[in-house]
C-alpha cells in the first residue's frame, strides 16, 4: 500500500539520521568523516526530518548533559521527573530551544566538537520552512487519498510526519529508561526494550548506550541485533566513514 510505504519510509529514514548523524556523530563522534560529506549528512538530515528538524549543536549538547546526569534531576529528558511523556516533551523541547535560539550556554564539558551549518540550522528551524514542508505532507496524503481512493482515516497519521524528531526521541527517552532489562548496572534506569528496539533502529537498546557510550555497535549480547551498525561498517569499508575505535 503506497501511503503505508511512504509513511514507513519517512519514518525509518528519518530515525536513520537522528541516529546516525545527530546521535553516533554530533554527540559522540563515533565516526569522523570529511567535510564534503559531514554537509551532506547534514543536509540529508533536514531533509528527512523535515518539519521537525533538530539542530544538531542543540541535539548534541542535551544528549551529552543526559549521559552526565541521567535519571537524575539535572537530566533534560528523565521519565522518571515527568507524569507523562507529553510533559517531558514539553520540558524537552524548553530546553532545546534555549540552545537553538543560544539564550544560555552549556557547561564546557558539553561545549564543542559538534558539527554546525548556520545557514541550514536557521533556515531548518524558520517557522516558515517547518510549515511549509509541513504542508507538502499534507498534499502528498490529498493526493493518496482523492487522487488513489485512501480512506481519510490515514490524515491521522500526519501529525507524527509533522513531529517525527521529537516522537523519536519521546519513544526512546520514555521506553529506553522504563521499559525492559539490563545488561549492565550502570547507577541509572536505562534499559534495553526488545523487541520494539527494531523499530527504533537499535536506539533502544539504552542500557547497552549508557554503559559503552562511545561505541558505535549498541547491541553487546548475541541476540541483540543494532541494524545501524552494518551500515556503518559498509561505509568504513568504502572509506566515506572512519570509525572510531573503541574497547568493549
Given at each position: 500500500?503506497?501511503?503505508?510505504?511512504?509513511?514507513?519510509?519517512?519514518?525509518?529514514l528519518s530515525?536513520?539520521?537522528?541516529?546516525?548523524?545527530?546521535?553516533?556523530?554530533?554527540?559522540?563522534?563515533?565516526?569522523?568523516?570529511?567535510k564534503f560529506?559531514?554537509?551532506?549528512?547534514y543536509?540529508?538530515?533536514?531533509?528527512?526530518?523535515g518539519?521537525?528538524?533538530?539542530?544538531?549543536?542543540?541535539?548534541?549538547?542535551?544528549?551529552?548533559?543526559?549521559?552526565?546526569?541521567?535519571d537524575?534531576?539535572?537530566?533534560?529528558?528523565?521519565?522518571?521527573?515527568?507524569?507523562?511523556?507529553?510533559?517531558m516533551?514539553?520540558e524537552?523541547r524548553?530546553?532545546?530551544?534555549?540552545?537553538?535560539?543560544?539564550?544560555?550556554?552549556?557547561?564546557n564539558?558539553?561545549k564543542g566538537?559538534?558539527?554546525?551549518?548556520?545557514?541550514?540550522?536557521?533556515?531548518g528551524?524558520?517557522?516558515?520552512?517547518r510549515?511549509?514542508?509541513g504542508?507538502?505532507?499534507?498534499?502528498?496524503?490529498t493526493?493518496?487519498i482523492?487522487?488513489l481512493?485512501?480512506?481519510p482515516?490515514?490524515?491521522?497519521?500526519?501529525?507524527?510526519?509533522?513531529?517525527?524528531?521529537?516522537?523519536?526521541?519521546?519513544?526512546?527517552?520514555?521506553?529506553?529508561h522504563?521499559?525492559?532489562?539490563?545488561?549492565?548496572?550502570?547507577?541509572?534506569?536505562?534499559?534495553?526494550?526488545?523487541p520494539?528496539?527494531?523499530?527504533?533502529?537499535?536506539?533502544?537498546?539504552?542500557?547497552?548506550?549508557?554503559?559503552?557510550?562511545?561505541s558505535?555497535?549498541?547491541?553487546?549480547?548475541?541476540?541483540?541485533?543494532?541494524?545501524?551498525?552494518?551500515?556503518?561498517?559498509?561505509m568504513?569499508?568504502?572509506?566515506?566513514?572512519?570509525?572510531r575505535?573503541?574497547?568493549?
Amino acid at each position: 500500500m503506497p501511503i503505508l510505504i511512504f509513511f514507513l519510509c519517512h519514518w525509518f529514514l528519518s530515525l536513520f539520521f537522528q541516529t546516525f548523524f545527530l546521535h553516533r556523530y554530533a554527540s559522540h563522534k563515533m565516526f569522523t568523516t570529511n567535510k564534503f560529506w559531514e554537509k551532506t549528512f547534514y543536509f540529508m538530515t533536514f531533509f528527512f526530518q523535515g518539519s521537525s528538524f533538530l539542530n544538531p549543536r542543540a541535539y548534541a549538547i542535551m544528549h551529552r548533559m543526559h549521559h552526565a546526569y541521567s535519571d537524575t534531576e539535572k537530566d533534560p529528558h528523565s521519565p522518571h521527573f515527568f507524569d507523562d511523556v507529553w510533559s517531558m516533551m514539553l520540558e524537552t523541547r524548553r530546553i532545546y530551544n534555549s540552545y537553538v535560539m543560544r539564550l544560555k550556554e552549556p557547561e564546557n564539558e558539553f561545549k564543542g566538537n559538534y558539527p554546525e551549518w548556520p545557514w541550514l540550522d536557521k533556515f531548518g528551524d524558520s517557522m516558515i520552512t517547518r510549515v511549509s514542508i509541513g504542508l507538502i505532507y499534507v498534499a502528498i496524503y490529498t493526493w493518496f487519498i482523492f487522487g488513489l481512493g485512501y480512506s481519510p482515516f490515514f490524515y491521522l497519521l500526519l501529525p507524527i510526519h509533522w513531529l517525527m524528531g521529537p516522537i523519536h526521541g519521546a519513544v526512546v527517552n520514555w521506553c529506553g529508561h522504563k521499559y525492559g532489562y539490563a545488561n549492565y548496572d550502570n547507577g541509572d534506569k536505562s534499559k534495553n526494550t526488545t523487541p520494539v528496539e527494531f523499530l527504533m533502529l537499535g536506539e533502544l537498546f539504552q542500557n547497552n548506550h549508557h554503559k559503552y557510550p562511545n561505541s558505535p555497535n549498541f547491541a553487546k549480547k548475541w541476540w541483540e541485533f543494532d541494524p545501524v551498525y552494518p551500515v556503518m561498517k559498509v561505509m568504513h569499508w568504502v572509506r566515506i566513514i572512519q570509525l572510531r575505535k573503541v574497547t568493549t
